[in-house]
């Protein structure tokens, strides 16, 4: 069987790639402005056929998302077939293939693609592709499927969908039947997994009052309705910012980045909020949480990433415990530079805690190193892996005492209720519930496990971001030479002091990241840092922002 040329040349013809647009795939996939990506759709659907080939027909997924950028933005990206994200040295594939400016030179380099990755074009290919809510959805998986059925792939819709539930239906679809089953391959399973390890986790506890979840006007308000169906009885909740067909609203003062990045209620929760409550935003796509509270005076008190790891690992390790395995599993916790160090402080007490360089792919491979591994962003992704020999142990052992049988049966339904594929608003939600509810804890309890040291982050715009390189897991700078020790130097004169600086991945930006003892003291050092790195980048002086001490 050879490639259908012709066919793919009329079909790339109706899909052709904008000038001067240069696309690159990174940890999100590609991701830009929706209206300029219908060539990408195409010739992503193109390689997600042959990345299935590849693979022996097993399913790839593509999900079309921009997650928590504006609504204008849309983007792509490919999952691999246990649910995780594609393979590293296929992003750069993707790339060079998105990047071709004709349809002649795509097809020339589509075929050296399939020679020199040894494709069999013959073997079968499958995949299953969901969106989310934005306007430009709907073009873009009409391009997708024209790539695909250009391939002869198999192609399955799971429709208007979040990120996680279409990562569940990847793994199950090719786990069915095995001994790693993951659960039924439809929304619907997702639904009944996840509600059913959470209903016998709560069994028997006090009913709790209503969990407000600002849905961010995305995709997630129709997963929380549906998830909601099958709590009934266990979590009341109310839903906010649902509003998915009014133009603008996706993102749009709402949303988990809206709220780690301002580190304020959403405007549309003013008059919603009771002091006490507990609240809890997703992003557009649902793959990231952050909740919140206000106390008694209606002050805003926020618990990111940090304070959910802190919270779901000491339960973790508590349970593995009670019910005697705490010789047989090693449960550990990864975090980037970007973790408050309060966190870290109070996690290195208790378990053994990695820091890796930021990006999701880094973090779930250091997890996967241990039996059970913990990881979440400060913004609110993540999620907890188990190894295949810590789920067996956990699902086969036979506990001595009824006092460990009952652990044992809730460490089994943390399990079930923790999406491992990637990080998931809606199951890291459950999993937070439950253990607040077997804790006992409102959000003034959970909060005052550590007081977060204060923070900032600080974006500085260089000429030319490659010339700052890192090591350590980011945390110091290796070049320019020199400017290390400098910083260092400042950091030393500040109580509780620490700073780092690091090149961003996508624009000509350098990240410096700042805390102390006192919010003026942070404040003070992130701009001295700031004005450190600017005058080391060769930043033009007239332009110098006057905060850069």
Same mark, same amino acid.
């Given at each position: 069987? *050879?490639?259908?040329?012709?066919?793919i040349r009329?079909?790339?013809?109706?899909?052709? !790639?904008?000038q001067?647009?240069?696309?690159?795939?990174?940890?999100?996939g590609?991701?830009t402005?929706?209206?300029?990506?219908?060539?990408?759709?195409?010739?992503?659907?193109?390689l997600?056929?042959?990345?299935?080939?590849?693979?022996?027909?097993?399913?790839?997924?593509?999900?079309?998302?921009?997650?928590?950028?504006?609504?204008?933005?849309n983007g792509v990206?490919?999952?691999?077939?246990?649910?995780?994200m594609?393979?590293?040295?296929?992003?750069?594939?993707?790339t060079?293939?998105?990047?071709?400016?004709?349809?002649?030179?795509?097809?020339?380099t589509?075929?050296?693609?399939?020679?020199?990755?040894?494709? $069999?074009?013959? @073997?079968?290919?499958?995949?299953?592709?969901?969106?989310d809510?934005?306007? *430009?959805g709907?073009?873009?998986?009409?391009?997708?499927?024209?790539? +695909?059925?250009?391939?002869?792939?198999?192609?399955?819709?799971?429709g208007?969908?979040?990120?996680?539930?279409?990562?569940?239906?990847?793994?199950?679809?090719?786990? &069915?039947?095995?001994?790693?089953?993951?659960?039924?391959?439809t929304?619907e399973?997702?639904y009944?997994?996840?509600?059913?390890?959470?209903?016998?986790?709560?069994?028997g506890?006090?009913?709790?009052?209503?969990?407000?979840?600002d849905?961010?006007?995305?995709? #997630?308000?129709?997963?929380?309705?549906?998830?909601?169906?099958?709590?009934?009885?266990?979590?009341?909740?109310?839903?906010?910012?649902?509003?998915?067909?009014?133009?603008?609203?996706?993102n749009?003062?709402?949303?988990?980045?809206?709220?780690?990045?301002?580190? &304020?209620?959403?405007?549309?929760?003013?008059?919603?909020l009771?002091?006490?409550?507990?609240?809890?935003?997703?992003?557009?796509?649902?793959d990231r949480?952050?909740?919140?509270?206000l106390?008694?005076?209606?002050?805003?008190?926020? +618990?990111?990433? $940090? !304070?959910?790891?802190?919270?779901?690992?000491?339960?973790?390790?508590?349970?593995?415990?009670?019910?005697? +395995?705490?010789?047989?599993?090693?449960?550990g916790?990864?975090?980037?530079?970007?973790?408050?160090g309060?966190?870290? !402080?109070?996690?290195?007490?208790?378990?053994?805690? !990695?820091?890796?360089?930021?990006?999701?792919?880094?973090?779930?491979?250091?997890?996967?190193?241990?039996?059970?591994?913990?990881?979440?962003?400060?913004?609110?992704? /993540?999620?907890?892996?188990f190894?295949?020999?810590?789920?067996?142990?956990?699902f086969?052992?036979?506990?001595p005492t009824?006092?460990?049988s009952?652990?044992?049966?809730?460490?089994?339904n943390?399990?079930?209720?923790?999406?491992?594929?990637?990080?998931?608003?809606?199951? %890291?939600?459950?999993?937070?519930e439950?253990v607040?509810?077997?804790?006992?804890y409102?959000?003034?309890?959970?909060d005052?496990?550590?007081? $977060?040291?204060?923070?900032r982050?600080v974006?500085?715009?260089?000429?030319? =971001?490659?010339?700052?390189?890192?090591?350590?897991?980011?945390?110091?700078?290796?070049?320019? #030479? /020199?400017?290390?020790a @400098?910083?260092?130097?400042?950091?030393?004169?500040?109580?509780?002091?620490?700073?780092?600086?690091?090149?961003?991945?996508?624009?000509?930006?350098?990240?410096?990241?700042?805390?102390a003892?006192?919010?003026?003291?942070? %404040?003070?050092l992130?701009? =001295?840092?700031a004005?450190?790195?600017?005058?080391?980048?060769?930043?033009?002086? *007239?332009?110098?922002?006057k905060e850069?001490?």
């Open positions: 069987m *050879s490639l259908p040329i012709d066919d009329r079909l790339s013809d109706l899909h052709p !790639k904008p001067g647009i240069n696309y690159q795939y990174g940890t999100a590609f991701r402005l929706g209206k300029v990506l219908d060539s990408v759709l195409f010739r992503v659907g193109v997600a056929a042959l990345r299935s080939k590849k693979l022996d027909g097993r399913t790839i997924g593509v999900m079309v998302t921009a997650s928590h950028n504006p609504e204008p933005d990206k490919l999952v691999d077939p246990r649910g995780e594609l393979e590293s040295s296929w992003e750069s594939h993707a060079v293939l998105a990047n071709k400016p004709t349809t002649d030179e795509f097809i020339s589509l075929q050296d693609f399939i020679k020199t990755t040894n494709i $069999d074009i013959s @073997k079968p290919a499958r995949v299953v592709y969901a969106r809510t934005r306007p *430009s709907p073009a873009l998986v009409a391009a997708l499927e024209d790539g +695909l059925k250009v391939i002869g792939a198999e192609g399955r819709s799971a208007v969908t979040t990120t996680p539930i279409l990562h569940y239906l990847v793994r199950t679809i090719n786990t &069915k039947g095995t001994k790693e089953s993951y659960g039924v391959d929304e399973g997702y009944t997994k996840l509600s059913s390890a959470f209903n016998k986790l709560v069994v506890r006090p009913p709790r009052p209503p969990l407000v979840i849905c961010a006007n995305g995709v #997630g308000a129709l997963a929380a309705l549906n998830l909601s169906r099958y709590l009934v009885n266990s979590l009341p909740v109310e839903l906010e910012n649902t509003a998915i067909d009014t133009p603008g609203a996706l749009n003062s709402c949303g988990a980045d809206f709220v780690k990045v301002n580190q &304020k209620l959403p405007p549309s929760l003013t008059n919603v009771q002091p006490s409550q507990r609240a809890c935003s997703l992003d557009g796509d649902a949480l952050i909740y919140f509270y106390d008694e005076r209606r002050q805003f008190h926020m +618990l990111d990433g $940090d !304070k959910i790891t802190t919270l779901v690992a000491s339960f973790i390790v508590e349970l593995v415990k009670a019910v005697g +395995l705490d010789g047989r599993l090693k449960v916790v990864v975090q980037t530079a970007y973790a408050n309060n966190s870290t !402080k109070y996690l290195s007490e208790r378990l053994p805690v !990695k820091c890796v360089p930021t990006g999701v792919k880094h973090l779930h491979h250091a997890a996967e190193q241990y039996d059970i591994g913990v990881y979440f962003e400060a913004n609110g992704h /993540g999620t907890v892996v190894s295949q020999p810590a789920q067996d142990l956990i086969s052992y036979q506990p009824p006092t460990q009952t652990a044992l049966e809730h460490l089994q943390v399990l079930s209720v923790i999406n491992q594929t990637v990080g998931d608003a809606l199951s %890291d939600m459950l999993l937070v439950a607040l509810a077997h804790k006992s409102g959000g003034t309890e959970w005052s496990l550590y007081t $977060d040291l204060p923070s982050l974006k500085v715009v260089v000429p030319d =971001r490659n010339i700052f390189k890192t090591e350590d897991a980011e945390r110091r700078l290796v070049s320019p #030479g /020199g400017l290390q @400098k910083i260092d130097e400042l950091v030393n004169k500040y109580t509780g002091g620490r700073s780092f600086v690091r090149p961003s991945g996508t624009e000509d930006v350098v990240r410096v990241y700042a805390e003892a006192s919010r003026s003291q942070t %404040d003070e992130a701009f =001295r840092v004005g450190l790195v600017y005058d080391e980048a060769g930043g033009d002086q *007239s332009q110098r922002p850069f001490l």
